[in-house]
């Protein structure tokens, strides 16, 4: 990590936040409990415990590894349904193939993503290749859910592939914070990824001993996950670390600082940072469904077991 990166960040365009924006508050930081999703594999709960009034439109997010398998250990997920929301899979070590019963999918690999929106529903896999599987490797990524407003929860499904080297990098003043923003726009500088519901994801790589304050829109939340290494959020230089999601207030920037020293195993502090014009609708959620009512929920499992959703191709090439 970080799969994608440049010699000289201070050949990029370079954004700051304006003298008088209003610096957002940290008004909580949660720790990740840690788990297992689908075959195994291991991953950080990264939302765990924050009341979902500060992650809409969010709904939750894993970050997958990282882990070195050894040969005959990686893992992925069986076919399951989703409905209702967007998956994003952003992959930073390693190679994930994603399939669904509709035909779609693609590979990612080494700082691509891929944004599935589930919309009116779907079959889907995601499965390491049979040849990362014989030779084993580092593994590491990020899955987000975003939320659909009910107007478009039953939109029909489609992908989007966004490679690393498609992602706009962009750098601090001093160039001590690289930025890739995979989706939204920071700054007037836009990302690839296409949003129905208006969000901004940003990996930010910090040197140690450097900070960034960033714009960020006030209408949106703002959120941070740190990946990996050491530092501090606010102008109340609250610390995080690997594993730590810290939660903004309201107000027109945000700011990020790296420690002096990081963790043995990485140079850098890596965080992810997100933001998202909040819903506010109804949720009902239970497991691969996001509806605005049981009701809604209760028709999506009924679609399920009743093959509407699409039904596992005989042979799926995994």
Same mark, same amino acid.
């Given at each position: 990590?970080?799969?994608?990166?440049?010699?000289?960040?201070?050949?990029?365009?370079?954004?700051?936040?304006?003298?008088?924006?209003?610096?957002?508050?940290?008004?909580?930081?949660?720790?990740?409990?840690?788990?297992?999703?689908?075959?195994?594999?291991?991953?950080?709960?990264?939302?765990?415990?924050i009341n979902y009034k500060y992650l809409d439109p969010?709904?939750?997010?894993?970050?997958?590894?990282?882990?070195?398998?050894?040969?005959?250990?990686?893992?992925?997920?069986?076919?399951?349904?989703?409905?209702? #929301?967007?998956?994003?899979?952003? @992959?930073?070590?390693?190679?994930?193939?994603?399939?669904?019963?509709?035909?779609?999918?693609?590979?990612?690999?080494?700082?691509?993503?891929?944004?599935?929106?589930?919309?009116?529903?779907?079959?889907?896999?995601?499965?390491?290749?049979?040849?990362?599987?014989?030779?084993?490797?580092?593994?590491?990524?990020?899955?987000?859910?975003v939320n659909l407003p009910a107007a478009d929860k039953m939109m029909d499904p489609?992908?989007?592939?966004?490679?690393?080297?498609?992602?706009?990098?962009?750098?601090?003043?001093?160039?001590?914070?690289? @930025?890739?923003?995979?989706?939204?726009?920071?700054?007037?500088?836009?990302?690839?990824?296409?949003?129905?519901?208006?969000?901004?994801?940003?990996?930010?790589?910090?040197?140690?001993?450097?900070?960034?304050?960033?714009?960020?829109?006030?209408?949106?939340?703002?959120?941070?996950?740190?990946?990996?290494?050491?530092?501090?959020?606010?102008?109340?230089?609250?610390?995080?670390?690997?594993?730590?999601?810290?939660?903004?207030?309201?107000?027109?920037?945000?700011?990020?600082?790296?420690?002096?020293?990081?963790?043995?195993?990485?140079?850098?502090?890596?965080?992810? @940072?997100?933001?998202?014009?909040?819903?506010?609708?109804?949720?009902?959620?239970?497991?691969? #469904?996001?509806?605005?009512?049981?009701?809604?929920?209760?028709?999506?499992?009924?679609?399920?077991?009743?093959?509407?959703?699409?039904?596992?191709?005989?042979?799926?090439?995994?």
């Open positions: 990590m970080p799969a994608v990166t440049v010699e000289n960040p201070l050949t990029l365009p370079r954004v700051t936040a304006p003298a008088d924006a209003v610096a957002r508050p940290v008004l909580a930081v949660t720790t990740a409990p840690s788990g297992f999703e689908g075959e195994g594999f291991p991953v950080r709960r990264a939302f765990a415990g969010f709904i939750m997010m894993d970050q997958m590894g990282e882990v070195e398998y050894a040969p005959g250990e990686p893992k992925g997920t069986p076919w399951h349904p989703h409905r209702g #929301f967007e998956t994003v899979t952003y @992959l930073i070590d390693g190679t994930f193939i994603h399939q669904d019963s509709n035909g779609g999918g693609g590979t990612i690999q080494n700082g691509d993503t891929q944004w599935m929106t589930a919309g009116s529903g779907l079959l889907h896999i995601e499965a390491p290749p049979e040849q990362l599987v014989m030779s084993g490797g580092l593994f590491h990524g990020l899955q987000l859910w489609r992908y989007q592939d966004i490679r690393g080297g498609q992602v706009q990098l962009l750098a601090s003043p001093d160039g001590g914070t690289l @930025l890739r923003v995979i989706a939204g726009e920071l700054d007037g500088h836009e990302g690839p990824g296409i949003t129905h519901t208006p969000i901004t994801m940003i990996h930010a790589t910090v040197r140690p001993g450097a900070s960034v304050t960033l714009p960020w829109r006030p209408d949106f939340n703002g959120l941070a996950y740190v990946l990996a290494g050491r530092g501090s959020v606010g102008a109340e230089r609250r610390p995080v670390h690997m594993g730590q999601t810290a939660v903004f207030g309201n107000g027109g920037s945000l700011t990020v600082r790296a420690d002096e020293k990081q963790d043995a195993h990485t140079p850098d502090l890596e965080v992810v @940072l997100l933001g998202g014009r909040p819903i506010r609708e109804p949720m009902a959620h239970y497991g691969p #469904f996001v509806m605005n009512t049981q009701a809604e929920l209760q028709e999506a499992f009924e679609d399920f077991q009743k093959g509407r959703l699409g039904t596992v191709p005989a042979v799926h090439g995994m």
